[in-house]
T-cell receptor, first 115, second 113 residues
Framework: DAGVIQSPRHEVTEMGQEVTLRCKPI?????LFWYRQTMMRGLELLIY????????DSGMPEDRFSAKMPNASFSTLKIQPSEPRDSAVYFC?????????????FGQGTRLTVV | SQQGEEDPQALSIQEGENATMNCSYK?????LQWYRQNSGRGLVHLIL?????REKHSGRLRVTLDTSKKSSSLLITASRAADTASYFC?????????????FGSGTRLSIRP
């Protein structure tokens, strides 16, 4: 397995534009997590899905952020409209929860810069 | 809000010395994990300790867990330059209808040659 795949690796966009981040989890995993990492706030859990269903989105900062998981092999995180303070590295991780071993496998991240 | 807090925030030691990082958390957990992150990369899982375990070893890593104090420690013995990275603890706790993994603030470890 190629691991968790995120795209794009880097994204530079202008304030006000829509940004869509993509994630392909590891096949067979039933949980998917979106995290945001900044120097000031560290690694924050934004939202997580279990069996494609959003379980907890309390970490999503504002209504400008939305996430979907239309099937077990794909998820998106959308920011619309984007703002400079959204600049961060966004990580997607997947896990096989419920088996006693909840190790999370991370993608390489998307470095987002909003100018 | 973050579940775990690591200390120290930064640690610099000489190659060959042991490095100890601590983590405190707030709620009951199923297990606690430690991850490593090299600069500009994603996190990599190092070791998991279950709530009913007190100590676990993996190579040069030793993890302890004290559920009464809601704390854990990660010891890296005989440190190497390649151990330079940020280390995070993460707790797996049951929320709502499923578990979620919450990370601490991390410890930046620098190994001096």
């Amino acid at each position: 397995d190629a691991g968790v795949i995120q795209s794009p690796r880097h994204e530079v966009t202008e304030m006000g534009q829509e940004v869509t981040l993509r994630c392909k989890p590891i096949s067979g995993h039933n949980s998917l997590f979106w995290y945001r990492q900044t120097m000031m706030r560290g690694l924050e859990l934004l939202i997580y899905f279990n069996n494609n269903v959003p379980i907890d989105d309390s970490g999503m900062p504002e209504d400008r952020f939305s996430a979907k998981m239309p099937n077990a092999s794909f998820s998106t995180l959308k920011i619309q409209p984007s703002e400079p303070r959204d600049s961060a590295v966004y990580f997607c991780a997947s896990s096989l929860m419920g088996q006693g071993n909840t190790e999370a496998f991370f993608g390489q991240g998307t470095r987002l810069t909003v100018v | 809000s973050q579940q775990g807090e690591e200390d120290p925030q930064a640690l610099s030691i000489q190659e060959g010395e042991n490095a100890t990082m601590n983590c405190s958390y707030k709620t009951s957990i199923n297990n606690l994990q430690w991850y490593r992150q090299n600069s500009g990369r994603g996190l990599v899982h190092l070791i998991l300790i279950r709530s009913n375990e007190r100590e676990k070893h993996s190579g040069r890593l030793r993890v302890t867990l004290d559920t009464s104090k809601k704390s854990s420690s990660l010891l890296i013995t005989a440190s190497r330059a390649a151990d330079t990275a940020s280390y995070f603890c993460a707790t797996d706790a049951f929320y709502s209808s499923a578990s979620k993994i919450i990370f601490g603030s991390g410890t930046r470890l620098s190994i001096r040659p």
